[in-house]
């Protein structure tokens, strides 16, 4: 284990009950709990919540609805069209 260093925080009494509950079940020490907890908050950073993801999807399939439809060679001749002007360097301005 990496060196450690003593810390001291404030908790509320429910915390500091859940905190002794589940080291009891985990059969840890109460430190390794939470140095455990730290490092998985840690590694969600970044990351979407489960309910995030929903609502995002959510959103998703809304705009996505919202897309009119369009003819399979229209669609073709856009894409030809943003192909063209890449190939070109984009807008050129005068």
Do not use: C, W
Request: proline share 4%; hydrophobic share 40%; aromatic share 4%.
């Amino acid at each position: 284990m990496a060196e450690t260093e003593k810390v001291t925080f404030t908790l509320d009494r429910a915390t500091v009950r859940t905190l002794a509950r589940t080291a009891k079940a985990l059969a840890l020490p109460k430190s390794r709990v939470v140095r455990d907890a730290v490092n998985e908050y840690a590694a969600r950073l970044g990351k979407l919540s489960e309910a995030e993801r929903r609502r995002l999807l959510a959103v998703f399939d809304q705009v996505v609805t919202a897309i009119p439809p369009q003819p399979q060679e229209a669609a073709d001749r856009e894409l030809r069209e943003l192909h063209e002007a890449r190939r070109l360097g984009g807008r050129r301005r005068s």
